[in-house]
C-alpha cells in the first residue's frame, strides 16, 4: 500500500502545473509587463487625445495615424542588423529615435540633420534616452568628407535585400527629407520637415519624455 501510494505521488508530481498554476502565471506575466510598459501605452493615449492633460498640448509635428512599424521600412545596419529588431516590448532598453530620411541629401536635408543633431544635444538629462539615424539615398561628396566631424553620433541606415520602403502617407522622402520620431515600441508616431522650427520639435521631445518612463 505504501509503495502503491509513493509511486502515485511522485506521478501527480511529474505531471505539468494545474490550471490555477497556469492562470496564475499569465496573471502575474500581465501585472509585470503593465508595470514596465504600462507608462509608455498610457502616455502614447494622452499625448495623441489630450486626455487628461490640464494644459491642453497641441503637438507641433504631423501624427502619423496610425502609426506605422518600422519593419515596413526595410532598414538594416551597415553590419546587417535590421532596425526593428531594436524595439518592441522585450527589449527594455529601446530608445526613443529621430530618423532622418531622404533622397539626394542637398542643402534641406543636411538642415535636418543639424536640426536632428542640435535638439537632441539641446534635451539635455534627456539627451541619452534618443538616439538619431538616417536613411539616404545619396550623400554628396562635401557632405561625407564632414560627417564624421559633425555627424558621428547619427547611425547610416542601408535598405535591406533591396526591397523599397513603404513610408508613412504623406512622406516622400524622395521629393520631401522629413525627421520621422520613432517610439520605443518600434512605430513612426510623428514626422518633421523643414517647415518646423528646432523649438518647435524640442517641445514635442520634451513634453513625451516628460509622459514617458519607457525609453
Known amino acids: 500500500m505504501t509503495t502503491t501510494m509513493a509511486k502515485g505521488t511522485s506521478g501527480h508530481h511529474s505531471e505539468g502545473p494545474t490550471p490555477e498554476q497556469v492562470r496564475r ?3 502575474t506575466a ?3 509587463f503593465l508595470i514596465g510598459f504600462g507608462p509608455m501605452v498610457f502616455a502614447t493615449i494622452m499625448y495623441y487625445t489630450g486626455w487628461l492633460n490640464p494644459a491642453g498640448h497641441t503637438n507641433n509635428g504631423e ?3 496610425p502609426p506605422v512599424p518600422v519593419t515596413e521600412f526595410h532598414l538594416q545596419t551597415s553590419e546587417g542588423e535590421l ?7 522585450e527589449h527594455a532598453d529601446a530608445e526613443w529615435m529621430m ?3 531622404a533622397g539626394d541629401c542637398t ?3 543636411e538642415n ?5 543633431r542640435q535638439v537632441n544635444i539641446a534635451l539635455g538629462k534627456h539627451a541619452d534616452r534618443i538616439t538619431r539615424a538616417a536613411w539616404l539615398g545619396s550623400v554628396p561628396s ?4 564632414r560627417w564624421g566631424d559633425e555627424y558621428s553620433a547619427m547611425e547610416r541606415l542601408q535598405l535591406r535585400g533591396g526591397k523599397a520602403p513603404a513610408w508613412p502617407a504623406g512622406i516622400r522622402p524622395q521629393q520631401e527629407p522629413r525627421i520621422l520620431l520613432i517610439d520605443p515600441f518600434g512605430n513612426v508616431m510623428m514626422h518633421y520637415g523643414n517647415e518646423h522650427s528646432g523649438k518647435a520639435l524640442l517641445k514635442d521631445l520634451k513634453h513625451l519624455m516628460k509622459l514617458s518612463q519607457i525609453g
Open 142 to 145: 562635401s557632405l561625407e568628407t
Open 30 to 32: 500581465l501585472l509585470l
Open 107 to 109: 542643402e534641406p536635408c
Open 25 to 27: 502565471g499569465r496573471r
Open 63 to 65: 501624427l502619423v495615424l
Open 99 to 101: 530618423l532622418v530620411v
Open 112 to 116: 535636418l540633420l543639424y536640426l536632428a
Open 83 to 89: 532596425l526593428a529588431d531594436r524595439f518592441g516590448p
